[in-house]
T-cell receptor
Framework: DTEVTQTPKHLVMGMTNKKSLKCEQH?????MYWYKQKAKKPPELMFV???????INESVPSRFSPECPNSSLLNLHLHALQPEDSALYLC?????????????FGDGTRLSIL | TQLLEQSPQFLSIQEGENLTVYCNSS?????LQWYRQEPGEGPVLLVT?????EVKKLKRLTFQFGDARKDSSLHITAAQPGDTGLYLC????????????FGTGTRLQVTL
């Protein structure tokens, strides 16, 4: 069982909908990440939060809006997505962003845009 | 932009065979991690290597980090069906392991 929990596991939404993906970890990790993974491709980094502050945004379109309410939670708010945004969205956490601590991944949310 | 090329892209072997997966780059990495991902799940960390020339063993898996820290290999001895999955190397050249670039992936299938 993964120690990073993502909900929902599956999400189908229309292009005009607003939805949110949620990620939770209780390992005391202070760095959290969002990745996007298309079929048969490796994960691509989207955002990095370090001590609840956004530290890296890999030029992600504004229709994706991350939020880190506290050190255990990470959200990804979705609005006006496009069909090409359909993918597996992975959340990860690590002990700290300034160490060689490994990243622990959740099982992802499989998102389909109609 | 960092680029991590893995080879082979796909490998289908029978139980008991040995195999090696390669991860190559023109960039120097301060650390490199190997993950295995199974369908419907997130990547699971297998190992982190940080020193050039380092060799780490995890049961039947042997990981090596190149002397120049630009490449790595994963060798599996006597593969089993449970080894089936997508193997991903991931490198960091910021010294923080916070900005990983994943390799292109190697999909391994081990049959009875």
């Amino acid at each position: 069982d993964t120690e990073v929990t993502q909900t929902p596991k599956h999400l189908v939404m229309g292009m005009t909908n607003k939805k949110s993906l949620k990620c939770e970890q209780h390992m005391g990790h202070r760095a959290m990440y969002w990745y996007k993974q298309k079929a048969k491709k490796p994960p691509e980094l989207m955002f990095v939060y370090s001590y609840e502050k956004l530290s890296i945004n890999e030029s992600v379109p504004s229709r994706f809006s991350p939020e880190c309410p506290n050190s255990s939670l990470l959200n990804l708010h979705l609005h006006a997505l496009q069909p090409e945004d359909s993918a597996l969205y992975l959340c990860a956490s690590s002990q700290a962003p300034d160490s060689y601590q490994p990243q622990h991944f959740g099982d992802g949310t499989r998102l389909s845009i109609l | 932009t960092q680029l991590l090329e893995q080879s082979p892209q796909f490998l289908s072997i029978q139980e008991g065979e040995n195999l090696t997966v390669y991860c190559n780059s023109s960039s120097v990495f301060s650390s490199l991690q190997w993950y295995r991902q199974e369908p419907g799940e997130g990547p699971v960390l297998l190992v982190t290597v940080v020193t050039g020339g380092e060799v780490k063993k995890l049961k039947r898996l042997t990981f090596q980090f190149g002397d120049a820290r630009k490449d790595s290999s994963l060798h599996i001895t006597a593969a089993q069906p449970g080894d089936t999955g997508l193997y991903l190397c991931a490198g960091d050249n910021t010294g923080t392991a916070s900005k990983l670039t994943f390799g292109t992936g190697t999909r391994l299938q081990v049959t009875l």
